[in-house]
């Protein structure tokens, strides 16, 4: 019994110099891409690649403003080879946003047309208006300008501009850099985009900043810059190659308030390749995405002349 007891206390001592050693971080091995970081503060953080479950042979990239971004392409399938669509998601998504647009390029290649989806756009941070609890109670020097109707103001109109203009130069670069990946893929060119970046699309093809595409399809297009937003409808009334203008009852009101005059328009002005149409479900219904897909499929080998 006396021999036990000793060594019993060296074991528990032994155990517990060995529980401080492993919690001295000191005395850690650490990890790889710390180490690296500490060893060449200057070299930048290679980019994260968002679609890592995508196959690798889908995966390309370009580089605007030295930041590498993502463009997912795949093929077409089948015998027809018509061209290839172009596909911008809403901005501050990715090139494979989850929901319609991820759904229109994956399956619209056995229609005969590659898909090339672009990064699109990011948005600024929406701003964080902070109230000291000391002021909570103390009446304000100034009245409300904005209706009570319309959404307050997330920034001040001149940085929105701002922002709105490095967003359309963000976009000229990024299409101008398409030319060498669809070269594989020649044929006749559908650009199809949704949200703000159609928006943004629309505003760059009135102004010539970017080629036009043998056939345009917007979905739900608006711009939260009510200017803008406002002047949407005239300047997609003046395009001239084919559009099919695509509503959902679940659109962003900015989108819904122009939907009548984007039709009007179009008939005034005689627009006769513009095609508008209303779906009667919302875009987070996947028979949704089927009808879309069945309308954009027919109206881009109709209207481009592909066949």
């Known amino acids: 019994m006396a021999r036990i007891i000793p060594s019993v206390l060296s074991l528990t001592l032994a155990l517990a110099s060995a529980s401080l050693l492993a919690a ?27 679609s890592s479950y995508l196959p690798a042979n889908e995966i390309k990239q370009i580089t605007i403003d030295d930041q590498p971004l993502e463009l997912l392409v795949r093929s077409w399938e089948g015998r027809k080879k018509l061209g290839a669509a172009i596909i911008l998601p809403a901005t501050n998504g990715t090139a ?15 229609a005969g047309w590659a898909s090339l989806s672009l990064t699109p756009p990011t948005e600024p941070p929406a701003p964080n208006f ?30 929105s501009n701002k922002h709105l203009l490095e967003q359309e130069d963000f976009l000229v670069k990024s299409m101008s850099q398409l030319d060498s990946v669809g070269t594989d893929y020649p044929g006749k060119r ?29 979905i739900n297009p608006y711009s939260e810059d009510e200017t803008r937003n406002q002047a949407i409808a005239e300047k997609l009334a003046k395009l001239t190659m084919p559009i099919l203008d695509i509503q959902s009852p679940d659109g962003h009101p900015a989108s819904l308030e122009t939907a009548a005059q984007r039709k009007t328009l179009a008939v005034t002005l005689e627009a006769p390749n513009y095609r508008q149409t209303t779906l009667a479900l919302n875009l987070d219904n996947e028979s949704a995405w089927q009808n879309c897909l069945t309308a954009i499929r027919g109206f881009a080998a109709r209207m481009s002349g592909a066949y």
């Open 24 to 50: 001295d971080p000191s005395s850690q091995t650490p990890e790889p891409s710390a180490e690296a970081a500490q060893s060449n503060p200057n070299k930048p953080t290679p980019a994260k690649r968002a």
């Open 130 to 159: 902070a109230t000291p609890a000391t002021e909570v109670a103390t009446a304000g020097s100034a009245q409300l300008t904005t209706p009570s109707n319309k959404p307050s103001q997330k920034v001040k109109p001149e940085d």
């Open 190 to 218: 559908v650009l199809i985009t949704a949200d703000q970046s159609a928006g943004l699309l629309i505003s760059l093809l009135s102004q010539k900043k970017i080629a036009d595409p043998d056939v345009l399809i917007v």
């Open 96 to 110: 494979d946003a989850p929901g319609l647009m991820a759904f229109v390029r994956r399956n619209i290649n056995a």
